[in-house]
């Protein structure tokens, strides 16, 4: 029997799509429109010179879930359809993603990334940060072609990318809430980018201006709960599931929201609650350069209450995002949406 998710086999529609592989119109669409962006993919990131060419490559081949090309398809398909122009869009926000995954990656000093070594840990830092600005200037050599709007749109998100990357490297000012500040990181570095993909789609699937901003707060809400759930996951997903290293974030002292709760407690007025809290933090922010130590930190954080407040905290953010696609007219398509939202929250690697 073929599996409904794939169309030979080779392409499959990521966990959280199961309405869209099983409706016998939509499905095959959006498959065969994933085909078509894998394929453009491939083509954006060729390079005449051998090492750019390989190194652009390197992390488009190791694969990944394409989310944001779906999110992009799917909110054409809520009140408009699938254009030509959509799946230039769908490239250019995956292209997009991959360039920042190559910086990100050298300034967390990730090793791993989507099952394989990073880029920086192969050609070093200077390539990979030269191979994300080269496939950033793909992104916006195929954007400019889709129109002045869409361009701006563009330039937008890759200001906020930026803005991100730049408040979570300086963290949050003296006296601003390190939670706030952390959930702001994070609309920038992620919400942005997924807000913008619903937006292309919405706008050159040709739908009304209306439905356009709504996927934009539609994108913003679920992408923070996307990132939420994927910190979490970098504390209590398996390694041979999420393709990254357990503990990435604490090993490179990143504060994510369940350290950030742990430290919100270990201040509170709860004498218990906060010695609880104290004796975690004490093994995360101890040496964790040796693995068996840095092994105990991420089994303390991901045992304390706070991992589940966290869970409590990205579930929100989806049940918001879910909120917002109320106005719209009941669809396989919205039910996809609703579906992803869902499903964000409820992955473990």
Avoid: C
């Avoid at 369940?258 to 922010?285: C, F, K, M, N, T």
């Avoid at 706070?306 to 409590?312: K, R």
């Amino acid at each position: 029997m073929t599996d409904p998710s794939s169309v030979d086999g080779s392409l499959r529609l990521p966990a959280g799509f199961e309405l869209i592989a099983q409706d016998p119109r939509l499905g095959p669409l959006m498959l065969r429109s994933l085909e078509r962006i894998e394929q453009r993919l491939g083509e954006a990131v060729q390079a005449t010179d051998r090492l750019a060419d390989v190194t652009a490559r390197h992390l488009l081949a190791a694969g990944g879930k394409r989310v944001r090309p779906l999110l992009t398809l799917l909110a054409a398909e809520v009140a408009g359809e699938i254009t030509d122009e959509v799946i230039e869009a769908a490239v250019v926000v995956e292209l997009t993603h991959l360039a920042s995954l190559y910086h990100d990656d050298v300034m967390d000093s990730a090793p791993l990334r989507r099952g394989v070594e990073t880029a920086h840990t192969v050609w070093g830092n200077t390539v990979a940060i030269l191979t994300g600005d080269m496939i950033f200037a793909r992104a916006s050599a195929m954007v400019s072609a889709l129109g002045q709007e869409p361009l701006m749109i563009q330039a937008t998100t890759f200001e906020r990318l930026v803005i991100g990357q730049l408040q979570e490297t300086t963290g949050p000012a003296e006296g601003e809430d390190p939670v706030a500040h952390y959930l702001q990181v994070l609309a920038g570095k992620t919400g942005s980018l997924i807000a913008a993909s619903g937006q292309y789609g919405a706008l050159l699937g040709g739908a009304p201006r209306d439905v356009v901003d709504l996927m934009v707060v539609y994108g913003e809400k679920v992408g923070l709960a996307f990132q939420l759930a994927d910190d979490i996951i970098d504390l209590t997903g398996h390694p041979d599931v999420s393709g990254k290293t357990r503990g990435t974030d604490l090993r490179e002292g990143v504060d994510t929201l369940p350290v950030l709760l742990l430290r919100r407690h270990a201040a509170g007025a709860d004498p218990e609650a906060a010695a609880s809290a104290q004796e975690v933090l004490r093994l995360i922010d101890g040496d964790l350069t040796d693995d068996d130590a840095l092994a105990t930190a991420v089994a303390a954080v991901s045992s304390h209450p706070a991992a589940a407040e966290a869970w409590q905290i990205a579930n929100r953010w989806a049940d918001e995002a879910i909120a917002a696609l109320e106005p719209l007219q009941d669809s396989v398509a919205k039910a996809a949406l609703t579906e992803f939202a869902h499903a964000v929250v409820h992955r473990r690697g």
